[in-house]
């Protein structure tokens, strides 16, 4: 087995130096570190991290305990965007998908505290508030999508009220003056976050709120009950003064109401225009016209994440990341 | 701290017992190993995996190798499968992505196997053949989701051939005779074999196998296009005698074809009847009617992979595991 030594006399430079390469000492020249990297390579030497994991308490291992990120289609790339920034600092996620249960959760916690992982993102499939247990804080944290009041562990949260904004100025913009908003389920923090946003984008064209263009979608799926605008859109459709443009609360909203709005004899692009939220890749490309939604932050959040655990920035304070607008043609009428 | 001692005076059984209960020696009786759990539970006992890995040369960690399944909306039950059996083991997974590069394999390994793994799952989000590194044979070893033709490996697969067969004889069992089969790009493993259970459902039915029913949706998105089965249905419908019934190759093609159809007045579930694969939770329930399909079987490759990894089964042949059939109402005529 090749050895740290053998590394060192490869490359004609100090064991010492070799060591601190090895261990990505930053203060290493980078020709010099290069020239290592090159010996390493050579002679495929594979250091024990084991070994070094005793020698000094560092694992180079970051938990990342999820409540169904990984197995849900809504929230993979939060995963993403925290094992990319992990791999660029040498280190790995030991992931652990807790669903949501209290007891699962304290498992996980002790399952990663054994194993002295030396940072933690714990992150939620949808934005919500969570309990952080005491333990946690005992090595650097972090929550993305998810919050907890008293903790005082940095967070990274999707700004929804921006994406409120955003996707109800795109209607504004094309000179819609009736927008109707087809909200998530009222005990979401989404939901009123984002009709905030709306309020604001309708108040800044000088646009009056219309409480009756806002219809709750069903939206809680825990009885694994489909989501349904139906009823949403049955309430638009018999206004005297119907909406002729709407904020979908999800793309499963507006693939629904694509469908829905044909018994009216209506059509999508045509003589409605439709924005709306996640940008599931699913859903928005396949439809015709290609859905304009505002996506979910979740790479950026999973990278900010990761960033912040072994930065010098002790905030920790809540820092909103907006969702990129993803411009399609179903904001437009007849493009 | 509290020690193992602690535990074996508290339990009061040997120290040596309580060692072996830590270390899930399944030698250990019934009611010993409760009595030692209890006190485990009591004192609040973390046992030092760390330490024990350096001794016991035992790390309770298992490699996940993925090509973006966590990240793609398809295949994150394997995960959870996988995970599922780990936790009941006491074991942990380590999480690589790797997207499809070999460079980052070789990384994604050397990583795993630098942590001393017990064992490694290597998993593919959708079926095809990889290419095996020969170091992944230093540790046990199983293919989810993909395949090796010379690799020795333990491998486990979707049954393609059986979900074709189903998907199509429930139509047959509708009184259907001209069934349509709209496959995915001829390329991926799953259409051959699909296509092959459709010609055998056929056949057990005494129907003809008509190969202008067959036709070939869009589906390889590496361009980032969405798929389309537009004109999968433009070449249906311009047949002298149509089809009764289609079998969508996948639940985004459904999507579509229930779009595509109103175009020609004809409509799911009172003209045309529909199967498809994939059971995609964004969509198939979502839909009016809701989408008969066939689910992946993710969830239960991922568990019988990690169960293979510790088993005595020798085995390192294929085992197909069979697509659960997800009965809504697509297949069904004015139901």
Redesign the interface.
Known sequence: MVSIKDVAKHAGISFKTVSRVVNNDPAVRQETRAKVLQSIEVLNY??????R??RNQR???IG?ISDEV????YA??L??GA?EIA?QQGR??????IEQDRRRLQ?AL???????IEGLVFASYFHREVEVPEEMLSVPSVLANCFSRNAGVATFLPDECQAGQDATRLLVEQGHQRIAFITLHPEIVATGLRLEGYRQALQQAGLAFDPQLVVQGECLNEAG???SAASAIETLMQLDHRPTAIVCGK??FA??V??LL?RYGLQVGVDIAITSFDN????A????P?LTTMALPHLEMGRAAVRHLFSSDADRGTTLVPFPLIERESHLLNP
């Open positions: 594979r250091p024990n991290r084991a070994a994991m005793m694992s180079g291992v990342f990984v197995t849900r289609p993979g790339e995963l993403l094992q791999n790995v996620l030991m992931v652990v998908n498992q002790d399952m990663l505290l054994e194993r002295r009950e489909p989501s793309d499963e693939m629904q694509y469908f044909l599931q890749l699913l859903i490309p396949n439809l015709t290609g």
